[in-house]
């Protein structure tokens, strides 16, 4: 993957982030536990782009970190795939159910979801340098 292309995902990660803060703060949690799921989608992308130059074609956020764990060898990614299992639920629920079946998400559960990306984006940007 070009640089290019590869910078076009972090952008695209860092708006659907704010977008999603924007959401939040309008009360539309569905919407903004759809743009956080993406976020965290494009934030791995981009990593794995970085690190091996393409990234597998899955919307699977779990999948993304297991195959980000083997690349990098990354421990504190490890430790927050294992502790945040039910976040992880949530956000790739997100993803599926706001484009095909109705659902609802809560506060608590999108500030969980943006707590996991906060979490997630410091942990990728060590792997950027």
Do not use: C
């Amino acid at each position: 993957m070009a640089k290019n292309e590869a910078k076009l995902l972090k952008e695209r990660a860092e708006k659907f982030y704010f977008y999603a803060n924007q959401a939040f703060k309008n009360e539309d949690f569905e919407i903004a536990a759809f743009n956080f799921e993406q976020s965290a989608q494009l934030y791995l992308k981009y990593t794995l782009s970085l690190l091996i130059g393409d990234f597998p074609k899955t919307h699977e956020l779990r999948k993304l970190m297991k195959e980000l764990i083997k690349v990098a060898k990354s421990k504190e990614l490890l430790k927050l795939l294992n502790e945040q299992q039910n976040v992880i639920s949530d956000l790739e629920a997100a993803y599926f159910t706001s484009r095909y079946l109705p659902a609802t998400f809560y506060k608590k559960q999108v500030e969980n979801m943006k707590n996991f990306v906060d979490e997630l984006q410091e942990i990728l940007e060590k792997l950027w340098t």
